[in-house]
């Protein structure tokens, strides 16, 4: 089997490249290593140093694909706000070239990375497919957007399409640069340089952490199931979700709050369509993942 990996150098991009490779596939990444690292890509892939955002410059690679999984993005909700058009033109516009390179390549299918931050805020937990998104931020609205392109595709082009909606990822290779990342990694990078661990708001936001290894193992299962390929929307989640109170906690060290942000209350992902679709469910808990995420942290030496 032939594979493309679009963020194939990012975090999840990459762990899914690893376990493509030892499944046999033969792989090809596209990144512009933006926000990915050289450090992250497999040597056993075929890397392409492109731009999603020119369709030319990666139409040719598609050619003789088999299975497109795509990653590529700007997935940041406080840059989308900051940079609306920036983020919109990659996350789009970068969107539908990759689609349109995979229908005219003839690819078997395509599996789409979405995102639970079309859900918004919900007052109703567990979050399911079917109820109506409400994103708060242009990232939660360029992933949605993304969503019903690829539904598109599968209906007017008959190129079979499926995405997953991603809970709060984690795990080795997360990322720790930029103007925002993740809670965890925000934490785990603040208690190596010997700060605070800032808390924003009063912490008792909970948030569906979902390890990596998980949402690999996702893909992996849609690109391959029989039940998809219509343009499904799928939840990929833990199924439980914990404060960011108890993530600081978990991690250790002094905290302290600071200003709130507008961003959703809780997440927590209904995993019923993923099991009964995928024959996915979860398999690293919490403390499993964030340990493996701690031993990949102090192994790197690109982070100080």
């Given at each position: 089997?032939?594979?493309?990996?679009?963020?194939?150098?990012?975090?999840?991009?990459?762990?899914?490249?690893d376990?493509?490779?030892?499944?046999?596939?033969?792989?090809?990444?596209?990144?512009n290593?933006?926000?990915?690292?050289?450090?992250?890509?497999?040597?056993?892939?075929?890397?392409?140093?492109?731009?999603?955002?020119?369709?030319?410059?990666?139409?040719?690679?598609?050619?003789?694909?088999?299975?497109?999984?795509?990653?590529?993005?700007?997935?940041?909700?406080?840059?989308?706000?900051?940079?609306?058009?920036?983020?919109?033109?990659i996350?789009?516009?970068?969107?539908?070239?990759?689609?349109?390179?995979?229908?005219d390549?003839?690819?078997?299918?395509?599996?789409?990375?979405?995102?639970?931050?079309?859900?918004?805020?919900?007052?109703?937990?567990p979050?399911?497919?079917?109820?109506l998104?409400?994103?708060?931020?242009?990232?939660?609205?360029?992933?949605?957007?993304?969503?019903?392109?690829?539904?598109?595709?599968?209906?007017?082009?008959?190129?079979?399409?499926?995405?997953?909606?991603?809970?709060?990822?984690?795990?080795?290779?997360?990322?720790?640069?930029?103007?925002?990342?993740?809670?965890?990694a925000?934490?785990?990078?603040?208690?190596?340089?010997?700060?605070?661990?800032?808390?924003?708001?009063?912490?008792?936001?909970?948030?569906?952490?979902t390890?990596?290894?998980?949402?690999?193992?996702a893909n992996?299962?849609?690109a391959?199931?029989?039940?998809?390929g219509?343009?499904?929307?799928?939840?990929?989640?833990?199924?439980?979700n914990?404060?960011?109170?108890?993530?600081?906690?978990?991690?250790?060290?002094?905290?302290?709050?600071?200003?709130?942000?507008?961003?959703?209350?809780?997440?927590?992902?209904?995993?019923?369509?993923?099991?009964?679709l995928?024959?996915?469910?979860?398999?690293?808990?919490?403390?499993?993942?964030?340990k493996?995420?701690?031993?990949?942290?102090d192994?790197?030496?690109?982070i100080?």
């Amino acid at each position: 089997m032939k594979s493309l990996v679009t963020g194939g150098a990012g975090f999840i991009g990459s762990n899914c490249v690893d376990a493509l490779i030892d499944k046999g596939h033969e792989v090809i990444i596209i990144d512009n290593l933006s926000t990915g690292k050289k450090e992250n890509i497999n040597s056993k892939a075929k890397f392409i140093e492109a731009d999603i955002t020119n369709l030319e410059e990666i139409k040719p690679h598609f050619e003789g694909v088999d299975y497109v999984f795509h990653f590529a993005a700007l997935p940041r909700v406080q840059v989308s706000i900051e940079d609306p058009i920036s983020t919109h033109n990659i996350n789009i516009n970068g969107t539908l070239n990759v689609l349109l390179a995979a229908r005219d390549a003839k690819v078997k299918r395509l599996v789409y990375s979405a995102s639970s931050s079309a859900y918004g805020d919900n007052d109703q937990m567990p979050l399911q497919e079917d109820f109506l998104p409400a994103p708060m931020s242009p990232y939660g609205l360029h992933k949605y957007v993304g969503e019903h392109y690829a539904r598109l595709f599968s209906l007017l082009y008959g190129l079979e399409t499926v995405s997953l909606r991603y809970f709060n990822a984690y795990g080795p290779r997360m990322a720790f640069e930029g103007s925002y990342f993740t809670v965890v990694a925000t934490f785990l990078l603040q208690k190596k340089q010997g700060k605070i661990l800032t808390i924003v708001g009063d912490g008792n936001q909970t948030r569906d952490f979902t390890y990596v290894g998980d949402i690999v193992n996702a893909n992996i299962a849609a690109a391959t199931s029989t039940k998809v390929g219509k343009g499904e929307v799928i939840n990929i989640g833990a199924g439980k979700n914990y404060s960011v109170n108890e993530i600081a906690k978990r991690i250790g060290g002094e905290t302290t709050n600071i200003d709130p942000r507008i961003e959703p209350k809780d997440t927590l992902a209904d995993n019923t369509k993923a099991k009964e679709l995928l024959d996915w469910q979860p398999e690293v808990d919490l403390d499993e993942g964030l340990k493996n995420s701690i031993d990949w942290f102090d192994s790197v030496d690109y982070i100080n």
